[in-house]
């Protein structure tokens, strides 16, 4: 398919005109009277409104424009780039900056390939075909690293295919109830509905000797519209990159989990990653439709069950039989030096007490979307706080701002500087995240329930592009649910809620350490739409400006939010936690939980009386925080409070089999990667029908809800 020359014209032009932006996001909205955690917001209003006049469209784009001129893989050349350029604008706006290095495991592809067989010998395809469309003006570069996945294993093995649609756990389970022996096999398996990294480590529990991972088009392909150059869908050749670590079982350096792998680290204090529990052993290679329809075409066995047939015009069958594949990895696998860049801001009244926004800049190719719209976006926001430090404004709170390497290869530059400045950031008031910034204009977000009407109060002082505000346009999308296709990644509230819905935190971000290993209250933002280049050659410039945003007011008005997330925390009087919502959510999971049916021998009593003396707690305290009072010690002592409850729901023990993770409420599951299981502890014993775990989790769970309620008790 070809782009037409009108449109391609346009594309190539859009850099270098001027911008018109619509008078909705140049016009911030009407500030509120009040703002919950300011006892008097007028003040803060006028910062607001100082603030919200800065963030630019067109400055944004260009901001954009550079960091994915070229390919910048983690610990790449090109990498260093951008993360000089990030710090050059942290140091132009006024904060104290530094490029802080790690050296951490990464893996490079030597050589990736396969070929398939048919039964009778004859050859099916050779691969990976090359990324390629009728016209991109990035594709051709010859420093776009190969498809690979990040942690796959080394190797050369041949076997028999096996398809397993998602590899979801459930998926694996039909296929062993068919009594089909994975040992020795090579499973396809399609993008979609989980992490990759769990379709790799089931298959390897499983016995299987390597994974395809193939995007169908039923997911975001030509199923879904057109596919680019000439609409935003993935076109046949295009491969989905990504990691494939095992995060779920801990995420950063490989052989340094809940340690720094700062640059002067020992080697001797390095472990073995294949012993540690979060690497595969196994092959596994992504590949795109256009390499995996023959080989699925000529698989033979039975048909498969109803719900697993993707869009590629023929029967799918389970295999076992019909074709063979060669799979050879090559992975170099080296200590890399990658580079965190770290801006400070430094608070007058709460200087030990941070307030964080973060988000990564390394992308697999190019990156348009994922994460550079989301670095262009905080530029843009770091650009409105310099104009606010220019006229001589300073945060209560110091106010940190990230720009994290490796998060690609497993949330590692997040990680390592998280695990460096634990001890500070049992302090820190909040941790804000924009990753996908902008793949189209529907808002979404997901948060810990006492940030969750935080978001939506910053959400209604931000003009929408579409008119209103990005909170009234939200709530008339209602996108509650709302999924960028074949990332897996779906936002999701495990709780019933009377207003927009705003998700759980799983992971597949840079929040995950902050929250679930050190109990930082965090958020969650993204701007989402048909978004169908993730991780391949083609989420690049020419994308973007065609498909997400071409004249980069969506850019803006994530700008805007996170600025105002960040000003909101750092300058409230009193955090503006929500722990009433917390505590009805709580309530609502343990209600879920015991309705399983392995849940009967359970006794829940202890657990949801601790949940309502947590709720009568925390309706006490919020009446309190509406009306704390002017001494500062006393105000200085519920900031404490408030800030020790969240803290208070981390148990130092972890989870099983998993004790990096130390959240009680929410984790990512072990068998969905991203999205978040609340009560993790109880919840996936119960999955795994053993109720004696399920009870000790129980316990735990309840003296973690207890020693959060009394906390709440001592701040009335």
Same mark, same amino acid.
């Given at each position: 398919?070809?782009?037409?020359?009108?449109?391609?014209?346009?594309?190539?032009?859009?850099?270098?005109?001027?911008?018109?932006?619509?008078?909705?996001?140049?016009?911030?909205?009407?500030?509120?009277?009040?703002?919950?955690?300011?006892?008097?917001?007028?003040?803060?209003?006028?910062?607001?409104?100082?603030?919200?006049?800065?963030?630019?469209?067109?400055?944004?784009?260009?901001?954009?424009?550079?960091?994915?001129?070229?390919?910048?893989?983690?610990?790449?050349?090109?990498?260093?780039? &951008?993360?000089?350029?990030?710090?050059?604008?942290?140091?132009?706006?006024?904060?104290? &900056?530094?490029?802080?290095?790690?050296?951490?495991?990464?893996?490079?592809?030597?050589?990736?390939?396969?070929?398939?067989?048919?039964?009778?010998?004859?050859?099916?395809? &050779?691969?990976?075909?090359?990324?390629?469309?009728?016209?991109?003006?990035?594709?051709?570069? @010859?420093?776009?690293? /190969?498809?690979?996945?990040?942690?796959?294993?080394?190797?050369?093995?041949?076997?028999?295919?096996?398809?397993?649609?998602?590899?979801?756990?459930?998926?694996?389970?039909?296929?062993?109830?068919?009594?089909?022996? #994975?040992? *020795?096999?090579?499973?396809?398996?399609?993008?979609?509905?989980?992490?990759?990294?769990?379709?790799?480590?089931?298959?390897?529990?499983?016995?299987?000797? *390597?994974?395809?991972?193939?995007?169908?088009?039923?997911?975001?392909?030509?199923?879904?519209?057109?596919?680019?150059?000439?609409?935003? !869908?993935?076109?046949?050749?295009?491969?989905?990159? *990504?990691?494939?670590?095992?995060?779920?079982?801990?995420?950063?350096?490989?052989?340094?989990?809940?340690?720094?792998?700062?640059?002067? $680290?020992?080697?001797?204090?390095? #472990?073995?990653?294949? =012993?540690?529990?979060?690497?595969?052993?196994?092959?596994?290679?992504?590949?795109?439709?256009?390499?995996?329809?023959?080989?699925?075409?000529? /698989?033979?066995?039975?048909? %498969?069950?109803?719900?697993?047939?993707?869009?590629?015009?023929?029967?799918?069958?389970?295999?076992?039989?019909?074709?063979?594949?060669?799979?050879?990895?090559?992975?170099?696998?080296?200590?890399?030096?990658?580079?965190? %860049?770290?801006?400070?801001?430094?608070?007058?009244?709460?200087?030990?007490?941070?307030?964080?926004?973060?988000?990564?800049?390394?992308?697999?190719?190019?990156?348009?979307?994922?994460?550079?719209?989301?670095?262009?976006?905080?530029?843009?926001?770091?650009?409105?706080?310099?104009?606010?430090?220019?006229?001589?404004?300073?945060?209560?709170?110091?106010?940190?701002?990230?720009?994290?390497?490796?998060?690609?290869? *497993?949330?590692?530059?997040?990680?390592?500087?998280?695990?460096?400045?634990?001890?500070?950031?049992?302090?820190?008031?909040?941790?804000?995240?924009?990753? %996908?910034?902008?793949?189209?204009?529907?808002?979404?977000?997901?948060?810990?329930?006492?940030?969750?009407?935080?978001?939506?109060?910053?959400?209604?002082?931000?003009?929408?592009?579409?008119?209103?505000?990005?909170?009234?346009?939200?709530?008339?999308?209602?996108?509650?649910?709302?999924?960028?296709?074949?990332?897996?990644?779906? @936002?999701?509230?495990?709780?019933?809620?009377?207003?927009?819905?705003?998700?759980?935190?799983?992971?597949?971000?840079?929040?995950?350490?902050?929250?679930?290993?050190?109990?930082?209250?965090? &958020?969650?933002?993204?701007?989402?739409?048909?978004?169908?280049?993730?991780?391949?050659?083609?989420?690049?410039?020419?994308?973007?400006?065609?498909?997400?945003?071409?004249?980069?007011?969506?850019?803006?008005?994530?700008?805007?939010?996170?600025? #105002?997330?960040? #000003?909101?925390?750092?300058?409230?009087?009193? $955090?503006?936690?929500?722990?009433?919502?917390?505590?009805?959510?709580?309530?609502?999971?343990?209600?879920?939980? =015991?309705?399983?049916?392995?849940?009967?021998?359970?006794?829940?009593?202890?657990?949801?009386?601790?949940?309502?003396?947590?709720?009568?707690?925390?309706?006490?305290?919020?009446?309190?925080?509406?009306?704390?009072?002017?001494?500062?010690?006393?105000?200085?002592?519920?900031?404490?409070?408030?800030?020790?409850?969240?803290?208070?729901?981390?148990?130092?023990?972890?989870?099983?089999?998993?004790? !990096?993770?130390?959240?009680?409420?929410?984790?990512?599951?072990?068998?969905?990667?991203?999205?978040?299981?609340?009560?993790?502890?109880?919840?996936?014993?119960?999955?795994?029908?053993?109720?004696? %775990?399920?009870?000790?989790?129980?316990?735990?769970?309840?003296?973690?809800?207890?020693?959060?309620?009394?906390?709440?008790?001592?701040?009335?």
């Amino acid at each position: 398919m070809r782009l037409r020359p009108a449109v391609l014209s346009v594309v190539c032009t859009l850099a270098f005109l001027p911008i018109t932006l619509p008078v909705s996001a140049q016009t911030p909205a009407s500030a509120p009277a009040q703002v919950f955690g300011y006892t008097d917001f007028t003040a803060q209003s006028k910062i607001d409104a100082d603030f919200l006049a800065v963030p630019d469209a067109k400055l944004a784009g260009q901001h954009l424009k550079i960091l994915t001129a070229k390919p910048h893989i983690a610990s790449s050349p090109e990498d260093h780039e &951008t993360a000089e350029y990030v710090a050059q604008k942290f140091i132009a706006a006024g904060l104290e &900056t530094k490029i802080v290095p790690y050296r951490v495991l990464l893996n490079q592809p030597r050589k990736v390939s396969f070929e398939a067989h048919s039964d009778e010998g004859a050859l099916l395809i &050779t691969g990976p075909a090359r990324e390629h469309v009728s016209s991109d003006p990035f594709q051709d570069d @010859p420093r776009v690293v /190969m498809p690979f996945n990040g942690s796959s294993g080394s190797g050369d093995v041949t076997g028999e295919v096996v398809y397993a649609n998602y590899g979801r756990l459930e998926d694996f389970d039909a296929l062993a109830a068919q009594n089909i022996d #994975l040992h *020795g096999k090579i499973v396809m398996v399609r993008y979609g509905a989980n992490f990759r990294g769990v379709k790799v480590y089931i298959a390897e529990q499983r016995g299987a000797v *390597g994974v395809l991972i193939y995007s169908d088009p039923q997911d975001d392909g030509y199923f879904q519209g057109d596919v680019y150059p000439d609409g935003p !869908w993935r076109p046949e050749s295009a491969v989905q990159r *990504g990691s494939v670590q095992y995060l779920f079982k801990y995420p950063g350096d490989p052989q340094t989990p809940g340690v720094a792998s700062t640059v002067d $680290l020992p080697d001797s204090a390095r #472990l073995d990653p294949l =012993k540690t529990g979060n690497q595969p052993s196994i092959i596994s290679i992504p590949i795109s439709y256009h390499d995996a329809s023959p080989i699925l075409q000529a /698989m033979k066995g039975a048909s %498969v069950p109803k719900g697993w047939q993707g869009a590629l015009p023929f029967s799918y069958h389970i295999g076992g039989s019909g074709v063979s594949i060669h799979l050879i990895s090559d992975q170099d696998y080296q200590i890399r030096t990658i580079w965190d %860049v770290i801006g400070k801001i430094k608070g007058t009244q709460y200087p030990d007490n941070w307030v964080v926004i973060g988000n990564h800049r390394d992308a697999w190719v190019y990156g348009a979307v994922d994460p550079n719209s989301g670095t262009a976006a905080m530029l843009e926001a770091v650009h409105g706080f310099g104009a606010l430090i220019k006229a001589g404004w300073k945060p209560k709170r110091t106010i940190v701002v990230a720009s994290w390497d490796a998060e690609e290869e *497993g949330l590692i530059g997040s990680t390592e500087w998280t695990e460096e400045h634990a001890k500070v950031l049992e302090h820190a008031a909040a941790y804000f995240n924009v990753d %996908v910034a902008v793949a189209g204009s529907q808002f979404s977000a997901e948060a810990v329930p006492s940030l969750k009407e935080f978001i939506r109060e910053v959400a209604k002082q931000v003009p929408s592009p579409k008119g209103g505000t990005v909170y009234s346009q939200w709530k008339l999308a209602s996108i509650g649910e709302v999924r960028d296709s074949n990332t897996g990644h779906v @936002p999701h509230a495990n709780a019933p809620s009377d207003d927009v819905a705003v998700g759980d935190l799983g992971s597949g971000s840079d929040f995950t350490p902050f929250l679930q290993h050190v109990g930082v209250p965090s &958020t969650d933002i993204g701007s989402h739409g048909s978004y169908g280049v993730y991780h391949s050659v083609f989420d690049n410039y020419a994308w973007f400006t065609q498909n997400a945003d071409p004249t980069f007011v969506y850019l803006q008005e994530m700008a805007r939010i996170l600025g #105002l997330e960040a #000003l909101h925390m750092a300058d409230a009087d009193v $955090l503006p936690y929500d722990y009433v919502t917390y505590g009805k959510e709580i309530a609502s999971y343990l209600d879920s939980a =015991k309705r399983k049916p392995s849940a009967k021998t359970l006794d829940f009593a202890p657990a949801e009386a601790a949940a309502t003396r947590f709720t009568r707690a925390a309706e006490a305290v919020h009446s309190r925080q509406l009306n704390p009072g002017a001494n500062a010690a006393q105000l200085t002592q519920l900031n404490q409070s408030l800030r020790d409850t969240e803290a208070d729901f981390i148990s130092e023990t972890g989870l099983p089999n998993r004790s !990096w993770y130390k959240h009680t409420i929410y984790a990512p599951g072990e068998y969905t990667g991203y999205a978040a299981v609340v009560i993790p502890g109880v919840n996936e014993a119960l999955d795994a029908k053993n109720p004696t %775990v399920a009870n000790q989790q129980l316990d735990v769970l309840t003296q973690a809800i207890n020693r959060a309620a009394q906390t709440l008790e001592a701040a009335e």
